[in-house]
């Protein structure tokens, strides 16, 4: 069988000594999340036909409005994660803080905790833009057979044993990485299965685009704003083209693939950034990583901050790996 006719779950049989601690509970979370996001999928495939899109009335932790595909992602996820009985812990960018699970006989003797952005960009569903979940695993720190705490989720990123994002746009893509490279695979929704497509993505060292909301320029530090006069000037390869969708998962995906920086930086709006470190930053920069990419908030690794608190926001640079670095380096001229 070619490698590209693969299904994502003879992938994960396949390359079951690849996951930390082996011992099939990684590949059976694996397999919910992506059972968990065909039913999120089919969903968001529905927009506009059925009453699911628009606010759903309410403000997330973030003071955030959450739309009605957000409150169904989240719910999604984490029915699907715990009836399954495999993670003993969950947080989510959705829920103000953190859920135990105690499993069947209460015994709490699972190993994993997820933490997880339901649906990033969830603002663009009524205008039909593509939109994502991003999702993070944690092997946890206290001992097993107790209750969770806010230890087994504030790790650094650098602790993850895998981490990954689904895509629902044009077709829809789980990407994921437990630590030996990145992988996407494309659902055939007339099969409703998952296939091998995009075999150890690579980002390229360099590129042409630069995603950031430039409406906010004013409000950037001077390091960012010397970075974008830079990426607009003449060179040899021509000025970069801004690129900017709003939905990061989207915006980095495409990054990827064709080359190019991602930004979301502090402000005077956002002193510490908009991002969520754990949710959306820590699980974006193990994938770009393992992609042979760079992830940082301008001076700094992502993976080798300490979190704080559960919905702590950062400043973040990701992408090719010599366009951070060259962001690096107007962030240190000026705002170190």
């Not at 739309?67 to 029915?79: C, G, M, P, R, S």
Request: with cysteine; charged share 20%.
């Amino acid at each position: 069988m070619s490698k590209k006719n693969q299904t994502l779950g003879e992938f994960i049989i396949e390359n079951q000594e690849d996951f930390a601690y082996s011992s099939g509970e990684l590949s059976r979370l694996i397999n919910s999340i992506r059972l968990a996001a065909k039913v999120v999928n089919h969903e968001v495939n529905k927009a506009g036909l059925v009453d699911i899109i628009g606010a759903h009335g309410e403000t997330n932790i973030q003071g955030e409005d959450q739309q009605k595909l957000d409150v169904y992602a989240n719910d999604t996820f984490i029915k699907t994660l715990t009836n399954r009985e495999i993670v003993c812990g969950i947080a989510s960018e959705e829920n103000d803080d953190f859920i135990t699970i105690e499993g069947h006989n209460k015994d709490h003797k699972n190993k994993y905790v997820v933490l997880m952005d339901p649906l990033d960009g969830s603002s663009n569903i009524d205008v039909n833009v593509s939109v994502g979940t991003i999702f993070s695993v944690y092997r946890r720190v206290t001992p097993v057979g107790t209750p969770v705490t806010k230890e087994d989720f504030l790790q650094p990123g650098n602790k993850q044993v895998a981490a990954g994002y689904i895509i629902y746009g044009t077709s829809t893509m789980l990407v994921y990485t437990t630590g030996n490279g990145v992988n996407g695979f494309t659902l055939n929704p007339a099969l409703g299965s998952w296939y091998l497509s995009h075999p150890q993505m690579k980002f390229p060292e360099t590129g042409t685009i630069y995603s950031i909301n430039e409406g906010n320029y004013i409000h950037f530090p001077q390091g960012v704003k010397d970075y974008i006069k830079y990426c607009q000037e003449e060179k040899p390869e021509g000025p970069y083209t801004s690129r900017y969708i709003g939905s990061m998962v989207s915006d980095i995906h495409r990054n990827m693939i064709k080359g190019g920086i991602f930004i979301y930086p502090k402000s005077s709006q956002n002193s510490s950034g908009k991002l969520r470190l754990l949710y959306e930053c820590n699980p974006m920069a193990f994938i770009v990583e393992q992609a042979g990419g760079k992830a940082s908030d301008g001076f700094d690794r992502i993976l080798d901050l300490k979190p704080t608190e559960l919905h702590q926001r950062v400043p973040f640079f990701c992408g090719s790996t010599k366009m951070v670095e060259k962001a690096e380096e107007f962030m240190t001229a000026k705002d170190r």
